[in-house]
């Protein structure tokens, strides 16, 4: 994908955070988009905000990804509409904090659907379009995938996943005309920490949406199939590989614990 101007990407979680400004620097690329998220009020607002802003066609969808065949359902709606998708972002995600016995298991069950199940749903429901339209997959990671995450374990196993899943399409297609690429973010300043109730896990200078999707931008036009935002990020990942997992764990442990008992139901964030 040599060029941005008059392609199309969809993105998912669009309505805030990485995905809003993904959403706002692909327009500002002569991109075309198509948002999928929950909130239908604030997608509405940003799609005007960008068709008004840099004269490009947004189109809304608004859907909760966790539920069954929703990107099925995505795939119909955008061929509905006679479009055709050169990237794919998929950022929609959660994460629950907090002692795993406090956790609510049907919230753990929902945060694998959507950060899991839903990724690789969707992906399998553009690949053979990007294929022919020699298109990108972006796959939101974290750095907690280079590492067990205590009072995370869910979250942290779900971005593992998306990490393998992504570098092994990435050397599946390799030749093939699709690039596929991990992005692992640090600590960004998102309403993830707001929510999942302790701003004291964000190890370092938090980064910005803008910084991360910029990152991802060069990391893709480059060939990589997974990038770590932020330099200090990119190290404390490295070291995380290097160390024993018994003792990353330990480590990432005195980051994660909970500094108070966790609500249950205020243990959750999720991109809207």
Do not use: W
């Not at 969707?122 to 995938?145: C, D, E, M, Y």
């Not at 093939?176 to 960004?188: E, H, N």
């Not at 929510?195 to 910029?214: F, L, N, P, T």
């Amino acid at each position: 994908m040599s060029e941005y101007k008059g392609k199309t990407a969809l993105i998912t979680g669009a309505s805030s955070g990485i995905g809003a400004a993904f959403a706002r620097e692909l327009a500002r690329r002569g991109m075309q988009l198509i948002l999928v998220a929950r909130s239908a009020d604030r997608l509405r607002q940003l799609a005007d905000e960008l068709g008004a802003q840099y004269g490009v066609r947004v189109e809304v969808l608004p859907l909760d990804l966790g539920t069954d065949h929703a990107a099925e359902r995505v795939r119909a709606e955008v061929e509905r509409r006679g479009l055709a998708v050169d990237l794919l972002i998929n950022n929609a995600g959660f994460a629950t904090h907090g002692p795993f016995e406090e956790l609510s298991a049907i919230r753990d069950h929902e945060q694998v659907t959507l950060n899991v199940t839903a990724l690789v749903d969707l992906t399998h429901a553009f690949v053979p379009q990007l294929l022919a339209r020699r298109g990108a997959v972006i796959n939101l990671a974290s750095t907690v995938a280079f590492q067990p995450t205590p009072y995370m374990a869910v979250y942290g196993a779900t971005k593992a996943f998306v990490t393998s899943f992504s570098v092994a399409l990435a050397e599946e297609y390799r030749g093939r005309g699709l690039r596929v690429l991990a992005l692992c973010p640090g600590a960004t300043d998102t309403a993830f920490f707001d929510v999942v109730g302790s701003d004291s896990m964000a190890v370092g200078r938090k980064r910005s949406s803008k910084q991360v999707v910029a990152t991802a931008l060069r990391a893709l036009k480059c060939g990589q199939s997974v990038v770590v935002d932020g330099t200090f990020n990119a190290l404390l990942a490295n070291l995380g590989k290097l160390a024993p997992f018994a003792l990353a764990a330990r480590v990432a442990a005195f980051i994660t614990r909970p500094r108070k008992s966790p609500q249950p139901e205020a243990v959750a964030k999720r991109t809207r």
